[in-house]
Antibody, heavy 122, light 107 residues
Framework: QVQLQESGPGLVKPSQTLSLTCTVS??????????WSWIRQPPGKGLEWIGY???????YYKSSLKSRVTISIDTSKNQFSLKVSSVTAADTAVYYC??????????????WGQGTMVTVSS | DIQMTQSPSSVSASVGDRVTITCRAS??????LAWYQQKPGKAPKLLIY???SLQSGVPSRFSGSGSGTDFTLTISRLQPEDFAIYYC?????????FGQGTKVEIK
């Protein structure tokens, strides 16, 4: 069973850049069957999709975050990463990486990381 | 962006009850809808994809229906482990969007 694991700092200062990495284990990130995605959830609130990267490097970001977000992929390490620049308190959230199935009629986030809490505070 | 609206926001129910949650999309999404269950401190878990297909390993008391703009998640006989927050999500287009969630609470 494929597993995803987020890693990165739990505390980021305002105006700085949030950086997280998702490591994919027991499966290949180079499969063309999935979009590798980031999703976040502010404390006590709902889920917000941030964006995805495809194995080839193609990306798509939520428009309201596009100017501050970069998602990259390292197929040699079976990892993909998220950077959010110029963070504010509004970026405080649990950040999840997730696998979005892109095959047949099965589009859905079928595998999730456990999530990592990132707090923006000085 | 496609807006997803769930109702109710919360529901109180007893073990053994039948619970129905509704999700409405702001535009037609065919059958490209998924449902997730989230328990406190845990990542969401996929229950239903393509509006009515049960994800492997998910109990058969969970079922989904609908197409176009209106969808339903039904829990036929609520079990103690089903008390959680449920989210719908459209998979028709990017950006992916989620409903605001429905909390199923113990009555």
């Amino acid at each position: 069973q494929v597993q995803l694991q987020e890693s990165g700092p739990g505390l980021v200062k305002p105006s700085q850049t949030l950086s997280l990495t998702c490591t994919v284990s027991r499966g290949s990130i180079s499969s063309g069957d999935y979009y590798w995605s980031w999703i976040r959830q502010p404390p006590g609130k709902g889920l917000e999709w941030i964006g995805y990267i495809y194995y080839s490097g193609g990306t798509y970001y939520k428009s309201s975050l596009k100017s501050r977000v970069t998602i990259s992929i390292d197929t040699s390490k079976n990892q993909f990463s998220l950077k959010v620049s110029s963070v504010t308190a509004a970026d405080t959230a649990v950040y999840y990486c997730a696998r979005d199935r892109a095959v047949g009629a099965t589009y859905a986030f079928d595998i999730w990381g456990q999530g990592t809490m990132v707090t923006v505070s000085s | 962006d496609i807006q997803m609206t769930q109702s109710p926001s919360s529901v109180s129910a007893s073990v053994g009850d039948r619970v129905t949650i509704t999700c409405r999309a702001s535009q037609g999404i065919s059958s490209w809808l998924a449902w997730y269950q989230q328990k406190p401190g845990k990542a969401p878990k996929l229950l239903i994809y393509a509006a009515s297909s049960l994800q492997s390993g998910v109990p058969s008391r969970f079922s989904g229906s609908g197409s176009g703009t209106d969808f339903t998640l039904t829990i036929s006989r609520l079990q103690p482990e089903d008390f959680a927050i449920y989210y719908c999500q459209q998979a028709n287009s990017f950006p992916r969007t989620f409903g605001q969630g429905t909390k199923v609470e113990i009555k």
